[in-house]
């Protein structure tokens, strides 16, 4: 039952929250959607050169871009491009786990490996998915014990059935909500209004059973869809490239990570990656996409 | 290029529906007793059958090797039946399953233990299969299919997508009709082409694409007979399912026309007269032959109220009116099936829809099946329409047999508030 004291405590926690989210700078434009947008100007101007010729304009004339050389957009693109792997997130930007050094369960990475054909369809490969799934959280313990971190495997034998259910609503919670972050906070346009610019996501209450059962505080997600050219695909773009100039995508690493609070389901840190860089099918590799996918995390080195 | 893309296109069509009947990979055909035998004759090759992909059927237990394509396609199943598992529609009545899982066994055969079921609570007549094993059979089906041998026809047809490995060959397909258009397109950009080229290329590659998968389920229909044939049930129940499904469609006025181009699935209409005219040719060969419409209605009867409501739940008066005049044919427990004609229509709210379902709960009493909530459902009925003595019988009659209802409160309250309607006036 919450007393009326009760509710105002909460609802002085909830506006430091709030204020601490307007002083974290992660409102108004950062350097990936800002790059992004140059590049679109110097494709939408290129392209709208193209129709021009044949006699079409469309939208493309309206787009808002810098008057600036195409060569300067370009340098501009690349250069904020470069930069624009990851984008993280952090519900409050003074949280610091190495000061409190709470344990941390782990979910086994969800990572799917796939094979990018000629024609653009991905054949999942099997074996390089467990592998890397291998490599994946052998990095993941490396680099958290190198922050000084404590961390707990999820084990079956925690659970009985009713917590595990429990479990398993978490994670079926955080793959929604994720996707839902995923979304609203990565692309202008699907800006939620009402959150005003705050990083403010829930994922219920489920996560008591956990902190029960294994006495870790914090929940750490991580997923990753990888793709790399298989030999057709690379003599495409080989192809296309040298004789048409023509700019055809490989493979694509694109991956999530979130940090949760347990205890009220907040989550706390939030970082996407999207790239067509990376390589998790071996373990230097995979090491590398670790740190990069933990680019922001609440924690600093000891 | 293009040229071959359209020869490629043309469907295997009906001889694809006899591959299983001469499939010898899956067991001796039984049919192959004689020289004259008119099944013996081939009609299809195997390469012909696989026109682009040579794939053998799945050996029994077996899984792929880790590192082949086919291999990542378990991977995705593997981790959907995972989820499947926990899912909140799944069925885990113990007694249906086992009816259900039953009957997948037997007609699997070798392939009994790499095959697993699940009955979902789904309002369509439908069943899937995934490349692991993995079987989703809706309670749509369990509920339209007239007896045991009818619901074995779908369930064969989902283990031959099964043992076919359709789902691996169609990714294949896929694959290489993508790469081949973006070879194409490269090389039509080198010599200056126009763009309308393209357009027609990946027409045509997804034409051929639907195809191939409606080859495919010709080819699954005819594993159905096969698997009807085998375990000796009647084989023209195959042709029997699909002349009531259709028989549903007309009656819901359903005027979706065949797309000869992008169908994923062969026309009923092309699905029943082959699988009719195959039926009728395999019967005569049989000693004896099972329909199981006892043992079908055994399961299905005590609980295809939760079905239907599921069906009128939909919201949809011509699907659901459809399906209830398709099962009054059948005739089965008439009373259940006339009440939930005019539970169909008292949803709908207006006059005329409120006395059609008065005229259908009244041809409900006196028959087999007929749920005593009929009377709570007429009395409302009437009481919205005004006839306020009737709705006061009708709820009173209701209260007398079921006088433990959850709402028998609400239910007084509203005859005293009628009463008091009536004493006013």
């Known amino acids: 039952m919450v007393t009326k004291d009760g509710q105002s405590a909460r609802r002085e926690a909830g506006r430091q929250w709030r204020d601490a989210d307007t002083q974290s700078g992660d409102r108004g434009p950062n350097g990936c959607g800002v790059a992004i947008f140059f590049v679109r100007c110097l494709t939408g101007s290129a392209t709208a050169a193209i129709l021009s010729k044949q006699g079409g304009r469309g939208i493309l004339q309206t787009m808002p871009c810098p008057r600036m050389s195409r060569f300067v957009l370009a340098m501009l693109g690349c250069i904020l491009l470069a930069a624009c792997e990851t984008q993280h997130f952090l519900a409050d930007p003074n949280l610091d786990l190495s000061r409190t050094n709470p344990a941390i369960l782990v979910f086994p990475i969800d990572a799917t490996l796939a094979e990018l054909t000629a024609g653009g369809s991905l054949e999942i490969n099997a074996l390089w998915t467990q592998q890397a799934e291998g490599f994946a959280d052998e990095a993941l313990r490396k680099h958290l014990l190198?922050?000084?971190?404590?961390?707990?495997?999820?084990?079956?034998?925690?659970?009985?059935?009713?917590?595990?259910?429990?479990?398993?609503?978490?994670?079926?919670?955080?793959?929604?909500?994720?996707?839902?972050?995923?979304?609203?906070?990565?692309?202008?346009?699907?800006?939620?209004?009402?959150?005003?610019?705050?990083?403010?996501?829930?994922?219920?209450?489920?996560?008591?059973?956990?902190?029960?059962?294994?006495?870790?505080?914090?929940?750490?997600?991580?997923?990753?869809?990888?793709?790399?050219?298989?030999?057709?695909?690379?003599?495409?773009?080989?192809?296309?490239?040298?004789?048409?100039?023509?700019?055809?995508?490989?493979?694509?690493?694109?991956?999530?990570?979130?940090?949760?609070?347990?205890?009220?389901?907040?989550?706390?840190?939030?970082?996407?990656?999207?790239?067509?860089?990376?390589?998790?099918?071996?373990?230097?590799?995979?090491?590398?996409?670790?740190?990069?996918?933990?680019?922001?995390?609440?924690?600093?080195?000891? | 290029m293009i040229v071959a893309l359209l020869a490629a296109g043309c469907e295997g069509g009906q001889p694809l529906y006899e591959a299983g009947l001469k499939d010898e990979a899956f067991g001796k055909f039984a049919g192959r007793a004689s020289a004259s035998d008119e099944a013996a004759r081939p009609a299809l090759s195997a390469e012909e059958v696989d026109r682009f992909i040579r794939l053998e059927n799945i050996r029994p237990e077996e899984r792929p090797p880790i590192e082949s394509d086919e291999a990542g396609v378990w991977l995705i199943a593997d981790r959907a039946e995972a989820s499947v598992r926990r899912e909140a529609d799944r069925i885990r009545d113990a007694e249906l399953n086992s009816y259900v899982h039953g009957n997948v066994c037997k007609l699997a055969g070798a392939y009994c233990s790499s095959v697993r079921s699940y009955v979902v609570r789904v309002p369509t007549f439908n069943a899937s299969m995934s490349p692991n094993g993995m079987m989703m059979v809706h309670t749509g089906l369990l509920l339209r299919a007239g007896n045991e041998a009818e619901m074995n026809a779908v369930l064969g047809h989902e283990i031959g997508h099964f043992l076919r490995r359709h789902s691996v060959q169609r990714q294949r397909m896929i694959a290489q009709t993508k790469s081949t258009l973006a070879w194409l397109s490269f090389a039509v950009a080198l010599v200056g082409g126009s763009l309308n080229l393209m357009d027609l290329s990946s027409t045509i590659g997804i034409a051929n694409v639907m195809a191939y998968e409606r080859d495919h389920e010709r080819e699954a229909d005819g594993y159905g007979l096969r698997m009807l044939f085998d375990q000796g049930y009647d084989p023209r129940a195959a042709s029997q399912i699909w002349s009531r499904l259709i028989r549903e469609k007309e009656k819901a006025g359903e005027q979706r026309r065949f797309n000869p181009m992008l169908a994923t699935h062969p026309a009923p209409q092309e699905r029943m007269a082959v699988l009719g005219e195959i039926g009728n040719a395999l019967a005569p060969r049989m000693s004896a032959m099972e329909l199981g419409r006892r043992k079908h209605l055994s399961m299905i009867l005590p609980r295809r109220h939760m079905w239907i409501e599921d069906e009128i739940r939909l919201n949809d008066l011509k699907h659901a009116d459809a399906l209830l005049d398709v099962l009054i044919e059948d005739g089965v427990n008439l009373g259940e099936l006339y009440y939930y004609k005019g539970e169909a229509y008292r949803k709908q709210g207006s006059k005329e829809k409120l006395e059609k379902a008065l005229e259908f709960y009244d041809q409900a009493i006196g028959r087999n099946g007929t749920p005593d909530r009929l009377h709570k459902a007429k009395g409302l009925v009437l009481a919205r329409l005004e006839r306020n003595a009737e709705a006061i019988e009708a709820l009173e009659k209701y209260l007398a047999l079921v006088p433990e209802d959850p709402d028998a409160a609400l239910l007084r309250s509203q005859i005293e508030s009628i009463r008091k309607k009536v004493g006013n006036s």
Do not use: C
């Not at chain 1, 929940?219 to 040298?242: E, H, K, N, Q, T």
């Not at chain 1, 230097?284 to 000891?302: D, I, Q, W």
């Open chain 1, 146 to 302: 190198g922050l000084g971190g404590k961390f707990v495997e999820i084990k079956s034998a925690h659970f009985d059935e009713a917590s595990l259910a429990k479990v398993s609503h978490l994670v079926l919670m955080h793959s929604t909500v994720s996707a839902a972050i995923s979304r609203h906070k990565y692309e202008w346009s699907e800006a939620l209004p009402t959150h005003e610019g705050r990083f403010d996501w829930w994922l219920g209450q489920s996560g008591q059973a956990i902190i029960e059962r294994t006495g870790a505080r914090y929940g750490l997600f991580i997923s990753v869809r990888d793709s790399y050219a298989g030999p057709g695909r690379v003599m495409l773009i080989v192809s296309a490239s040298l004789l048409l100039g023509v700019y055809v995508p490989g493979g694509r690493q694109e991956g999530q990570a979130s940090l949760v609070d347990l205890s009220d389901g907040r989550v706390v840190w939030f970082n996407r990656l999207s790239r067509e860089a990376g390589d998790l099918r071996t373990s230097a590799g995979a090491e590398e996409t670790v740190k990069t996918l933990l680019t922001g995390f609440p924690a600093r080195k000891p």
